[in-house]
């Protein structure tokens, strides 16, 4: 029969022996204390800010839940099936964090939304079963966002409310590929693909990349998605004849104004009818590239909630191409960006050339303020079939402008009318094709930073640079603005990637999205080439990694280990390390900054407050009940207070069976009875007092050998101050009783010839040692509790400081939480076990009343100072200096 079976279903309470009921007890303390580490985890984890994935978080939240629904059930077995409540709790608790942790990409207010009960939630619906698998281009609005993603959905939109030219086309929704990932189960194998990788390993994130594609690879189309892509297609085909088309993904997410995925996903050109089923899984595949995965693990977004949609458009026989920015990115001016190439524009967003650039005044005239001519030398042109080409540009041709005055004013005329739509600066890819007709490919907004850089700064100040300090560049153009300081990495070969260090300074040829995979670890990124309102670029500034482009031969200039600063703002590159610049930790501090707003985060954050925020402090209270649990540890404090009450209630009777409770008599003022499990004692007479010659129990006799420590007070009060002694009298005045009934509580130690369990109050606070000793090294342990005191809370958490901190310089792992103290050693020789329980009696000692004599942080490093040099009274070293 289960635990659970043996809880709700017998028809009354069950005896239970002590030998059983010991047993349940030391398992929930075991539960117990793996929860409470766990949840020490889980907060610092949230606090540090760095990233992580739902491969790490995840299992740390299910073993919490584990072990807290473990607790309850040892309790509920130990007490004769009582406290289902408590069980029921836990069950409401799991529910509202699998709310959270739900999918949600179909909410219209997405991740700016706080509610978390999504299931009764009006404003989010979920795909209805009768959403089609495609839809035209004519029929789309940005009502249609959750079924085709942000990209097709703004596009369509401006299309048929504002008749901007787009090409023609349609969409496979989001339904359509959720059903082939859900028929094969895709989404589970992917979880398990990516669920241990580091992402800050660009070896493994390939590997996981390479096992994904190969998944889908190998997942069978089913035939009602192939029909529908070639039907789609036919239609289209009906309308303009045997065309070609361009693919390109839509994700539900992508394009949003922080998380732009620009250029991770792949875009197939030029794509017939026979090759399009394979280019559209092509595209679907391309989720999964090293890149993609990575910009989803630093900014925080859950694959579930993002699933993708296609869209294929007819292909554009371009004669020129680009992309054209409402707004200047960096904040500097109020002028339009225009960069254009001729042919297509896949040399612009991937900045493999640098393109001409226009700046186009806001006005009816669209004036022509400024132009750069570049430097292309050839264009992507399409094939007839599938597939693009490369033409050379003759020398007149490659330096004349590729748009004349009508074509910016057309196409800047359409950019405005969509930035006025939207109300927000627009990102727009456009194309002009061979008869002169602008056609508008892409919208999406456009973030415009205010210079600052990874640091948070966006320049160095002039007066830090000496007027004869050496530059090595002081060209180019700033793409993304920011400071970073480390050694340069000269990239010959994508494939070095794997090799590239956190912190370094990225120095490529030409800048590429698949760069994307080791730009969150980057200080910098220097380009020969590239361009400002490429792909790169975009995700540079949603980074703040500070770029700098088209420096025509940093390659040359800088060389491998190189320690440099970057200037992005102000074009320069510098020798060495200015303003004490931190390269590793400026990367990090960036990707903290943008993780900690992330939707992963936030998603998190919301279910560490059912989890780890504390409520049932005073076991007094008339709120220290089951139902008033709110919080898994709620309930390990209600469940742990509960065990002690029931066993020692249980010790304190006359008799257990054949377990009699000994009383102890030593040099300690404290009450202890011993209950010998087997070989702990000696033969004794009935009734008999115990003394330490009796005890035959190596841990016991190690734990009294450092408690009768020459010197130590264990009786009288220590100088304390006037704070401590009114939080000492008025804890008594609120509670008359709590004295009596801690000060006169007895202490129980459960021994055997190896074991110890000691669980005492002493004072007004308790702790537990639970320990096994014995020559076989991988049995021994030293589990060690404490928790409580007199003082006021900050007193009570310094004390809880010094514990932890000898504890630590004497190798245990340790978990502190405000006043709670967890200590584990394991696996070490039984004579350093033993060692290590003697200096365990001796700082149980040490540390008696010591809180309410802790006034300030110095007192703890004073404190944790003299109990390492041997002083029986540590407190006294700072009480006995301090005025009356």
């Known amino acids: 029969m289960s635990l659970f079976e043996k809880i709700f279903h017998r028809q009354k309470p069950e005896a239970i022996s002590f030998k059983a009921k010991l047993d349940h007890f030391q398992r929930l303390l075991f539960s117990n204390d793996e929860a409470l580490k766990l949840m020490g985890g889980l907060s610092e984890l949230l606090v540090s800010g760095r990233p992580f994935s739902r491969g790490e978080i995840y299992p740390i939240f299910s073993e919490v839940l584990k072990n807290t629904q473990e607790v309850t059930e040892h309790l509920s077995l130990m007490c004769g099936g009582k406290y289902k409540t408590l069980i029921g709790q836990v069950d409401r608790i799991k529910e509202e964090c699998d709310r959270i942790l739900a999918p949600v990409p179909f909410c219209p207010e997405r991740w700016d939304c706080t509610e978390t009960d999504c299931d009764r939630c009006e404003k989010s619906r979920k795909p209805s079963p009768d959403t089609p698998y495609s839809y035209t281009v004519d029929e789309i609005t940005v009502n249609h966002t959750r079924e085709v993603g942000g990209k097709m959905s703004r596009l369509c939109e401006v299309h048929n409310r504002l008749n901007v030219p787009i090409p023609d086309g349609f969409c496979l929704t989001s339904r359509c590929f959720e059903d082939f990932f859900s028929v094969g189960g895709l989404y589970s194998k992917i979880d398990e693909a990516i669920s241990s990788i580091d992402f800050n390993d660009n070896a493994q994130v390939q590997q996981a990349s390479r096992a994904i594609q190969a998944l889908i690879i190998a997942s069978p189309i089913p035939q009602i998605i192939e029909k529908t892509i070639l039907d789609e297609y036919d239609r289209l085909a009906g309308k303009h004849g045997n065309i070609l088309v361009s693919v390109r993904s839509s994700a539900v997410g992508e394009d949003d104004l922080h998380h732009s995925f620009a250029g991770l996903h792949y875009t197939a050109l030029n794509v017939s009818r026979e090759n399009l089923v394979d280019a559209c899984f092509e595209v679907l595949i391309s989720k999964y590239l090293p890149q993609s995965l990575v910009y989803r693990y630093i900014t925080g977004l859950r694959d579930v909630d993002m699933p993708m949609s296609i869209g294929c458009l007819e292909m554009i026989d371009s004669e020129t191409s680009g992309v054209l920015f409402t707004r200047d990115p960096m904040g500097n001016r109020d002028d339009i960006i225009i960069q254009a190439v001729r042919g297509l524009g896949t040399k612009v967003v991937d900045g493999s050339v640098e393109a001409q650039e226009f700046v186009v005044e806001r006005s009816d005239t669209c004036r022509i303020l400024g132009f750069k001519p570049g430097n292309q030398d050839s264009m992507a042109a399409p094939r007839t079939t599938d597939g693009l080409y490369e033409e050379k540009l003759p020398d007149e041709l490659a330096r004349k402008p590729c748009l004349n005055q009508d074509q910016v004013r057309r196409i800047v005329q359409y950019a405005l009318r969509i930035e006025q739509y939207y109300d927000a600066p627009q990102d727009i890819e456009w194309a002009v094709d061979r008869n002169g007709k602008v056609y508008i490919l892409q919208c999406r907004p456009l ?288 509670d008359p009783g709590r004295s009596e009934r801690a000060l006169g509580s007895r202490s129980y130690a459960i021994i055997s010839d190896c074991y110890l369990n000691f669980s005492s109050r002493l004072g007004y606070h308790f702790s537990r040692l639970d320990a096994y000793a014995s020559d076989e090294i991988n049995s021994n342990y030293i589990n060690f509790d404490f928790r409580g005191g007199a003082a006021d809370p900050l007193r009570r958490m310094r004390r809880a400081k010094v514990i932890a901190r000898i504890l630590e310089l004497s190798n245990f792992s340790v978990t502190l939480q405000n006043d709670n103290v967890l200590a584990t050693i394991r696996k070490i020789p039984v004579q350093a076990i033993l060692e290590l329980l003697t200096e365990i009696g001796r700082l149980m000692g040490a540390v008696r009343n010591a809180d309410v004599t802790l006034i300030n942080d110095d007192n703890v490093e004073q404190f944790v100072s003299a109990f390492l040099s041997g002083d029986p009274v540590p407190a006294l070293r700072f009480t006995e200096k301090r005025p009356n």
């Open 447 to 734: 973030a415009v930073t205010d210079a600052g850089g990874s640091n948070g700064a966006s320049r160095i100040p002039s007066a830090e640079i000496a007027a004869d300090h050496p530059v090595l560049i002081d060209k180019g153009e700033c793409a993304s603005p920011g400071l970073g300081s480390g050694k340069v990495f000269l990239l010959n070969r994508f494939k070095d990637l794997v090799d590239f260090p956190s912190g370094g300074i990225l120095v490529v040829k030409k800048t590429s999205p698949e760069l994307t995979r080791v730009l969150h670890k980057a200080s910098g990124l220097i380009a020969d080439i590239g361009n400002t309102t490429g792909h790169l670029a975009i995700i540079a500034r949603e980074l703040k990694i500070p770029v700098l482009v088209n420096t025509v031969d940093a390659t040359k200039l800088l060389s491998n280990g190189m320690l440099v600063t970057i200037d992005a703002l102000e074009k320069k590159v510098y020798p060495g390390s200015i303003m004490g610049l931190n390269g590793q930790q400026d990367a990090l501090s960036a990707t903290k900054s943008i993780f900690m707003k992330s939707p992963m985060y936030r998603i998190w954050k919301d279910v560490s407050q059912l989890i780890i925020p504390l409520n049932l402090t005073d076991p007094d209270s008339s709120d220290f009940a089951p139902d008033k649990c709110r919080t898994l540890h709620d309930v390990t404090r209600f469940a742990h207070e509960h065990s002690m009450i029931e066993m020692f209630s249980l010790y304190e009777s006359a008799e257990h069976e054949d377990k009699q409770a000994y009383p102890l008599k030593f040099p300690v003022p404290l009450d202890i009875y011993v209950i010998d499990l087997g070989n702990g004692l000696n033969k004794i007479e009935e009734k008999k007092v115990v003394t330490p010659e009796e005890i035959s129990s190596e841990p016991f006799l190690s734990l009294i050998r450092g408690m009768t420590t020459p010197g130590i007070r264990w009786a009288g009060p220590l100088p304390i101050d006037f704070k401590g002694f009114t939080n000492l009298l008025m804890s008594n005045i609120v």
